[in-house]
C-alpha cells in the first residue's frame, strides 16, 4: 500500500498588529535617521513607533523591522505608515529597505520558490493591500497585492 501526499494550502495565523516599542538600543540610531529625513520632533517619533526583530537567516547583522508613527510618515487614516528594514552598522541605522505598509503581520509557513530564498516570508496587512517580504542571499525581495 503507497500513501501518496497531495497539495494543501497554508495554514497562517491571524495577523496581530505589531505594537511594540523600539528596543532602547536603537532610539538614538532611529533618531537621527527620522532626522536625516526631515522628520519633526525625531526624538518623539522614535518614542512613538513600533519595531519588531527580523530574523536575518542569509547571516549578517540583526535587522529590526520598524514601523514609523508620525503624521508625516502616514496616510491620512494611518492605515499604512512608513516602514522600515534595518540594521545597525557603526551606531548608524542603515536602512535595507524602506515601504509603506499596514501594522498587522503575520508570518508564512513554507519558503517561497524564489532563487537564494532564506526566510519565510512575512506579509504586513493594511485594509487596502498586503505587503510580503523575504529575505534571500542577495539582499530583501518586497512584493504588494491588493487586499483580498
Known amino acids: 500500500m503507497f500513501l501518496q501526499v497531495t497539495d ?6 491571524t495577523p496581530q498588529p ?17 532626522t536625516g529625513l526631515n522628520v519633526a520632533d525625531a526624538v518623539a517619533t522614535a518614542e512613538l513607533s513600533r519595531a519588531v ?12 523591522i520598524i514601523r514609523v ?7 491620512v487614516d494611518e492605515d499604512e505608515c512608513l516602514t522600515i528594514i534595518a540594521h545597525i552598522e557603526n551606531n548608524e541605522l542603515v536602512s ?8 498587522k503581520i503575520s508570518y508564512g509557513d513554507h519558503k517561497p520558490q524564489l532563487p537564494g530564498v532564506r526566510s519565510l516570508p512575512i506579509f504586513f ?5 498586503v ?3 523575504v529575505v534571500t542571499a542577495k539582499g530583501l525581495v518586497i512584493t504588494g497585492h491588493p487586499a483580498p
Open 131 to 133: 505587503v510580503a517580504v
Open 125 to 129: 496587512y493594511s485594509r487596502h493591500q
Open 8 to 13: 494543501a494550502s497554508a495554514m497562517m495565523a
Open 53 to 64: 526583530a527580523l530574523q536575518n537567516q542569509a547571516g549578517g547583522p540583526e535587522m529590526m
Open 18 to 34: 505589531f505594537d511594540t516599542p523600539v528596543p532602547e538600543a536603537w532610539l538614538a540610531p532611529l533618531t537621527r535617521f527620522l
Open 96 to 103: 535595507d529597505a524602506m515601504f509603506f505598509a499596514g501594522d
Open 69 to 75: 508613527r508620525h503624521k508625516e510618515a502616514c496616510t
